[in-house]
Every structure is written in C-alpha cells, then in structure tokens.
C-alpha cells in the first residue's frame, strides 16, 4: 500500500508531453465524389472521397488524432437535393454525407446554417444516423434566462473522453471538451422552413457561459467549432463571423472556423492587430479555416504538457490547411493525394443515380448563357432568373392589395469566379438545357420572398450592393475594379429599376447611386415596391441588415431553382430579352481591370457604354480584363 501510494505522488509531479493532431473538414456542401455536378465532369481539386486519403495519412503519421467538421456538410451538390426530395420519408435511407462521415470516423460536427435549408425532420433524422454527435450552443428551442439554461435544439457540447500515447510512451486519460456554435442568422435566412420554431442566441455569449462549464465537467482541453469566419475584432451582438473575439475567450485552446469559405492560415486573411495569418492564431490561439468542398483538411498539431495529472497545451502548436491539389501552370490540378475507396464506395449508388437525373433535358437556349461579366454589366444568366421570379411573383400577389405597387427583382450572381475560384462560373452553350443546368443558374434551395420596402430602404440597399466596386477616379487608367474580398452573392442586381452606379464617387457614398428610376419615374423615398429576393437575403444575409425586420408579405412554396426549371419548360427556347437597368456610369479617361476566367476572352463584350478586352495573364488561374469606363 505504501508503494502504491509512492508511485501515485511520483506520477503527480511527473510532468510528461503528449503530440495532439486536430483535423478538421468545412463546408463541404455535399461534394463528396471528385466531381463537378454543375459541369458534369470529374475534377481532382475537391471532394471528401480525396480529403479523405490525407485524413488517413495524417492518421499513419500520428498516433493521437481527432477528425471534426465544422458544418455545412449536408447541402449543396444536386445529389444531396435529389436524396432528400425522393428518399427523405424512407426511414432506411443514409444520407450519403453522413455515410461518407460515418465511414471516415469524424468524433463530432458543428452544424452551419445551410443543415437547415431541408427543415428540421431532415435534420432530426441526419442527427440520428451520425455515428458521432452533433452540436450547436446557440440554435434553441427555447431562450433561458442564461445560456445554460436555454433548451438547445441539439447538443451544445461534448466531453470526448479519449485514451493518448505519450511520448515516453505511457497512454493515458484525455478528456476533449467541444462545443458547437452557428451563425446566429439562421432562423432568418431559413424562416419559411423552421416556421418560427426556433431562437438563437449570440455565439460569443453562448461560448462565454458553455466554454467554464466544459472545464467545470472536466474538460482538460476545448475545441470550438465555430461555423464562422474572420471578421470584426469587436464583439457585437449577433455578428456573423465572429471568431476574433471567440479567439479572446479564454480556456478555448483551439478553434475550427469555416463558413466564408477561405484558408486560414494563409495570404487570404491578412495580417491585423490580433490575427497571424502565417503561425495560424488569432489572439495567441490556434485557428483553421479548410477553404471549402474538400480543397484542403485543416491541422492543428498541440503539443500537451501533464503536470499533477493535469493537460495543459504549450505554446509551441503547429497549424496548416494543406490543399488535396495544386494548380499547374496550365490552369488544370495536379492531385496530391488518391481518392479513398471507401468513400468512393460509401456513396457511389448516389452519384450514379445523379448523373442520370441531372442529365434529364428541361429546355434549350437559343443564346450562349454565362457568368463571366456578371459583376461589372447586365447579363443574360441573371435575366433569366429574374424572369422565372417575376412570373412567379406576380401570379402570388394577383388579387391582393399589393398587386399595382411596382415589382422589382433582386437577383445576384452565384457563380461568377472571385474568392469561389477560376472555375466557379455559369458556362451554357447554345441548344439543350439539362437539369443540371438549372442547379448551374441557381445551386441554392432558397424560397423567394415579396419584401415591402419603401423608396428610401430601397436605395439603401442599392447603394450597399456597391460596396463591390472599388473607386476609381477620373483619368485613372488600369485601376482594380473590384473588391475581390466580398462574394459575389453580395452584388444584387434590380430588375425592373433603371439606375448607374459611379465608381467615381467614394465607397458608402450616396451619390455612387444615379438617376434611380422605377417605370421612368424617380426613385420617391416614400414610394412603397415589393422587391422579390431570395429568403436568405429577405432575412438579410450577406450583412444587409436592413432587411432583417422587413415585412415579408408573401413567400414562395417552391423553391428558387424549380421556379427556374418551370420557366424553362414553359417558355420553349430562351432568349431572354437584353436589358440594360443597370450599367456603370462613365468616368472619363478611366478603365478598370477585374479578373475572370480565360475562357471570357471568347466572350469579350460591348454594350452602349463599356468595352471590355483581355488584358493578360491573371494570378490562380485568372485572366485579367480591362473595363473601359
């Protein structure tokens, strides 16, 4: 007895190390095969079937290992739309994402915002099938008088009791607490499906009362899986990318980002006052960002210290989002790693089933439609959009009060390259249209929302959709024209409005906004318009938080892309009429350059206004193109 008692005072003070290796998927969005559904071809720069082989190196390589995703997982390809619209009440149906996860053996998962896009019965029957938990602190059911006393829809934590290899070799007890945070908008963007069913709450206050009482169960480490991105380095309530400040609270020693799709650590993200971009921290803590689809896993090695049986991670970690691909100088990718013959294995009755749907035909085009000049003047891909809407829209406000107000229609471009990448553009030839061509024009399941706004919120809006732009003074020649680090998405164009958009005035000025006319009649700041946009923006996503509170009269049952493939069918040959609501206002002697795909360079354009021309050789892939003012 004494002896024991011995050797239990020697292991107290015996300080001992152990290496931690942290992996971590996001926003794979359903790309779980090295294929390119919206295009139909394979491709070897992302999906998980490739992720999938590094996480299984970086298992060989170290004995200690933990696999997260930060969320987002379950939407985004036409495969998951098609399991979900014909298997969902088949109680015997895995989803193929969560096969795939379950194959590769994740410890847990954050959900992001796009888990609810399907409603809540999809996501109830996705929880119960993964062989690992789900979690959220801030999605409710019901708001306590404190975080920890709220009803969470899902778990808000988890305490991963594991056994790990010291270096001296000895294996011994670690208990890995980990907690799940969601953008808090979520109940917005998705109001149609969720029904009023839920609350939120914000993520750094949820992670300021869950993240103590991890440590009080336990918890000798806490990981937070935060589908978030780097944003703000103030708090405020109900921010959207938030990890900055989640990064400052303390007894979080490690932090899984995600949801804007970028790298981290890496040039995306520069370097400020808190944030490191090359050692991988932000406020001292170890954070990663795995780009999105697949492109990269994301690793932080902790090196652990145990002292009077107590795990303390040490300053020296190591952090890195390594890619599955490089690009060649010929623009394709060169696979790094093989795809894995589970995950390939797991899925591949979905994939074939796929193919076959998005291959069905749904129309024809008379015109080439694409994406390429999307951002700098009207194109046809949006026209087509926005005339599947407006059809739609007006038959649903037919007979009520709202139906003689002006209608306008709120559509932004998807596809179309910037922080998505070189390859991320709408590209239809002329003559068939398939299937898959509709999830091309739209990859979102958005509703579509009539929105009460008056003149003055609407040329608020307008004007927040320019930040896009750069500025570009007058007799300035070559200047960049685009603000690379907002996505596309942010740029709503207005159909049913005729306005100009001067880059020569300041970024947030109210004179970048011109000559705003609806039915050629001035733009009144108490005219009341129905805008039509899609739910997520109706809820104000993408930062527009003016119209998070605004009055929704009606929305749409079907969604956003079938409403498109309805028009298709409808219309015979599409044609859409060329419109010219919005253009850039000339500024004299000026030209701007922006970036797009080589393959625009067959596509170089002209309207009453704008010439563009190819300029040379871009960086990643880019082509660099001139926009004469």
């Known amino acids: 007895m004494v002896e024991q008692v011995r050797h239990l005072k020697r292991d107290r003070k015996q300080r001992t190390r152990a290496q931690l290796r942290i992996l971590a998927t996001t926003d794979l969005h359903a790309h779980l095969m090295p294929y390119d559904y919206f295009v139909d071809k394979p491709v070897s720069h992302f999906g998980l079937a490739m992720t999938a082989s590094l996480v299984r190196q970086m298992r060989r390589e170290s004995r200690n290992c933990l696999l997260f995703d930060n969320g987002d997982f379950l939407q985004g390809t036409p495969l998951s739309d098609l399991i979900i619209e014909t298997r969902s009440n088949d109680p015997d149906c895995l989803h193929p994402s969560i096969a795939a996860m379950n194959s590769l053996g994740y410890d847990a998962a954050c959900v992001g915002n796009h888990e609810f896009n ?3 019965d999809i996501l109830d ?11 959220s602190a801030n999605v409710l059911r019901k708001v306590g008088a404190t975080p920890l006393e709220d009803e969470t829809l899902l778990p808000p934590s988890v305490i991963l009791d594991r056994t790990i290899a010291t270096t001296e070799g000895r294996w011994l007890p670690l208990r890995v607490g980990v907690i799940g945070l969601t953008p808090p908008q979520v109940i917005d963007w998705d109001r149609q499906r969720l029904a009023n069913t839920l609350q939120t709450r914000d993520m750094i206050e949820a992670a300021r009362a869950h993240v103590p009482e991890l440590r009080r169960r336990g918890a000798d480490i806490v990981v937070a899986l935060c589908h978030s991105g780097i944003g703000a380095e ?12 989640l990064a400052a609270i303390p007894g979080i020693d490690a932090i899984i980002g995600g949801h804007t799709h970028l790298v981290f650590p890496g040039p995306a993200i520069p370097a400020s006052g808190p944030v490191d971009p090359v050692r991988g921290t932000i406020h001292g803590t170890p954070v990663v960002i795995a780009g999105s689809l697949g492109s990269h896993l994301g690793v932080i090695d902790l090196t652990l210290e145990r002292t009077d049986c107590v795990w303390s991670p040490r300053k020296d970690t190591s952090t890195a989002a390594w890619p599955i691909a490089r690009r060649k100088q010929d623009n394709s990718f060169e696979p790094l790693v093989p795809t894995d013959p589970d995950i390939i294995a797991s ?6 089933v796929t193919l076959a749907h998005i291959r069905r035909p749904i129309g024809e085009t008379e015109v080439p439609l694409h994406s390429y000049f999307s951002r700098v003047m009207p194109d046809q891909t949006l026209a087509v959009i926005a005339d599947s809407q407006r059809s739609v829209m007006q038959d649903l406000l037919a007979g009520s009060a709202f139906e003689h107000l002006p209608l306008v229609i709120a559509v932004a471009p998807f596809r179309a390259g910037g922080l998505t990448g070189v390859d991320n553009y709408v590209d239809i030839a002329p003559g068939p249209l398939t299937l898959r061509n509709a999830a091309e024009l739209y990859p979102y399941p958005n509703t579509i929302c009539a929105v009460e706004v008056s003149g003055a919120a609407l040329l608020e809006w307008l004007l927040q959709t320019t930040d896009c732009f750069r500025q570009v003074a007058t007799g300035q020649a070559d200047a960049l024209l685009l603000n690379e680090d907002l996505p596309s998405y942010t740029f709503d164009t207005f159909d049913g409005i005729d306005y100009r958009i001067d880059v020569a005035a300041p970024v947030g000025s109210a004179q970048r906004i011109r000559d705003p006319k609806i039915n050629g009649q001035p733009l009144a700041p108490n005219a009341r318009i129905i805008v039509a946009a899609s ?10 938080g003016m119209l998070g509170q605004a009055n929704v009269i009606r929305e749409t049952r079907t969604a956003a892309r079938d409403i498109l493939i309805n028009h298709i069918r409808r219309s015979g040959p599409i044609n859409p009429a060329p419109r010219d609501g919005w253009r850039l206002a000339a500024v004299a002697k000026s030209s701007g350059l922006f970036l797009s795909n080589p393959r625009a360079r067959r596509c170089t354009a002209t309207n009453s206004t704008h010439v563009i021309d190819r300029v040379g050789a871009g960086p990643e892939g880019f082509d660099w193109f001139r926009l004469k003012l």
């Open 535 to 544: 739910s997520y923006r109706a809820g104000g996503g993408g930062d527009f």
């Open 234 to 245: 103030c708090h405020k309530p109900g921010m959207e990318n938030a990890i900055v400040p």
């Open 347 to 352: 899925v591949n009755e979905a994939h074939e």
């Open 118 to 120: 399907y409603g809540l």
């Open 125 to 135: 029957c996705v929880a119960q099938s993964a062989r690992f938990p789900l979690l």
